[in-house]
T-cell receptor, first 113, second 114 residues
Framework: SQTIHQWPATLVQPVGSPLSLECTVE??????LYWYRQAAGRGLQLLFYSVGIGQISSEVPQNLSASRPQDRQFILSSKKLLLSDSGFYLCACRGESSYNEQFFGPGTRLTVL | GENVEQHPSTLSVQEGDSAVIKCTYSDSASNYFPWYKQELGKGPQLIID?????GEKKDQRIAVTLNKTAKHFSLHITETQPEDSAVYFCAASPMKTSYDKVIFGPGTSLSVIP
């Protein structure tokens, strides 16, 4: 079964600074990958998904971007962070069954000050 | 597109009692309904799922039911324990395609009081 790693686990950044969050997946090949954001006490907002290397689709307009340089690596970035970017960022991977199971990583807690 | 509603938003039960969380969805093409449990500071964990060709599924103290006609599905937890305290998310998804979006409900915060 797949294992999802995310780092860093926590991050505190000043407004206007850049951001890079990394997600790597083990135990599967050519997975669909997803970035979600969860504001405090809120649900899951899909930010980006990727069906393959270099293929990124954005769900909501924002100052974040995503990249997939390798099959099992998914990166979330920003050139200049905003206060509203604070939240819990989750990477997810689709399972290999015929249904849309999604498996989540441990998350990164981002606080923008 | 698909829209998933979930009730209640918060739920407190005494240890040993049952807890029920209900969800509705809008897209009749959805045929896969997973449930996730999220403990504080952790990523959501898939705990059980149900597919549209099944009306009910049980796994120990957890059961899910699905009513496709009414577009309702529910999570039932019996003999609740303090470790069941968490946020629970329901979700709905159409058949797997090259792009498959899972739509999540807003979540239910469950507290089990010892």
């Amino acid at each position: 079964s797949q294992t999802i790693h995310q780092w860093p686990a926590t991050l505190v950044q000043p407004v206007g600074s850049p951001l890079s969050l990394e997600c790597t997946v083990e135990g599967t090949s050519n997975p669909n990958l997803y970035w979600y954001r969860q504001a405090a006490g809120r649900g899951l907002q899909l930010l980006f998904y990727s069906v393959g290397i270099g293929q990124i689709s954005s769900e909501v307009p924002q100052n974040l971007s995503a990249s997939r340089p390798q099959d099992r690596q998914f990166i979330l970035s920003s050139k200049k962070l905003l206060l509203s970017d604070s939240g819990f960022y989750l990477c997810a991977c689709r399972g290999e069954s015929s249904y849309n199971e999604q498996f989540f990583g441990p998350g990164t807690r981002l606080t923008v000050l | 597109g698909e829209n998933v509603e979930q009730h209640p938003s918060t739920l407190s039960v005494q240890e040993g009692d049952s807890a029920v969380i209900k969800c509705t969805y809008s897209d009749s093409a959805s045929n896969y309904f997973p449930w996730y449990k999220q403990e504080l500071g952790k990523g959501p964990q898939l705990i059980i799922d149900i597919r549209s060709n099944v009306g009910e599924k049980k796994d120990q103290r957890i059961a899910v039911t699905l009513n496709k006609t009414a577009k309702h599905f529910s999570l039932h937890i019996t003999e609740t324990q303090p470790e069941d305290s968490a946020v629970y998310f329901c979700a709905a998804s159409p058949m797997k395609t090259s792009y498959d979006k899972v739509i999540f409900g807003p979540g239910t915060s469950l507290s089990v009081i010892p």
